[in-house]
């Protein structure tokens, strides 16, 4: 499973970089937007500064959402660098558009992606990547992974060349839960990244081994 940092903070970005670890970095308006970026060619430089700092997939989404604007911004976006992914909402629209990036070789991220249906849709239209929301899911006391492994299941048995990127992750179990359930790629936050490395019996175990080595000395 690949690994994706979900955000726009260039700090976070470096740190996760530097574990060695990523492979690609997704961003939303949201999160855009917390980093201060306004403005067409701010939000530009930004993507590029992300894109020369990881050498991965960078997942930047327009903001329009008609079927000629989401054209008409994805391919300014994709202009910005080859590692651009073009991110579009599951909406009638976006499917419309994601089919004409997928015609002219443009890659695409389907964002909002809540159920099995959205997702076929998606793949259809040759969406490189689905981003079904699985902590905004369980927010709702549903199951998210289990969402996941569903769309997993179907694109197998169909064949769908869609990457299943599990998206709107809360916590490391998400990710060793989406691991589990066969997701291609994971988009998580630093802390979930981090949260992977806790472990009460390593911290004692490094504890223990330090104050040995002192004897070994
Ligand atoms: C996905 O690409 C989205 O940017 C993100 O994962 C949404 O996460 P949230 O539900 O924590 O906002």
Redesign the pocket.
């Given at each position: 499973m690949k690994f994706f940092i979900?955000t726009a903070n260039l700090a976070q970005i470096q740190e996760a970089n530097d574990l060695g670890i990523l492979d690609g970095v997704?961003?939303?308006p949201?999160?855009m937007a917390k980093e201060g970026i306004k403005g067409t060619e701010a939000i530009a430089a930004h993507y590029k500064t992300i894109c020369e700092m990881v050498d991965g997939p960078v997942?930047a989404e327009v903001l329009g959402t008609t079927f000629e604007g989401i054209v008409e911004e994805g391919k300014n976006l994709a202009a910005i660098h080859p590692n651009i992914v073009v991110?579009v909402p599951m909406i009638k629209d976006g499917i419309k558009a994601i089919k004409w990036f997928t015609d002219h070789g443009i890659k695409t991220?389907c964002?909002l992606v809540f159920s099995a249906g959205q997702a076929i849709l998606a793949a259809k239209a040759g969406a490189t990547f689905v981003?079904p929301?699985i902590?905004?899911i369980d927010d709702g006391s549903w199951d998210g992974v289990q969402l996941i492994e569903q769309i997993v299941n179907i694109y197998n048995t169909q064949g769908y060349m869609t990457e299943v990127?599990a998206?709107?992750?809360?916590n490391p179990l998400h990710i060793v839960r989406c691991a589990e359930a066969g997701a291609d790629v994971c988009?998580c936050?630093l802390s979930s990244i981090l949260g992977l490395l806790k472990h009460p019996l390593t911290d004692i175990g490094l504890q223990q081994f330090l104050t040995d080595a002192k004897a070994m000395q």
């Open positions: 979900d997704t961003t939303n949201t999160l997942s991110k991220n964002t981003s929301f902590g905004r990127l998206a709107s992750i809360r988009t936050p």
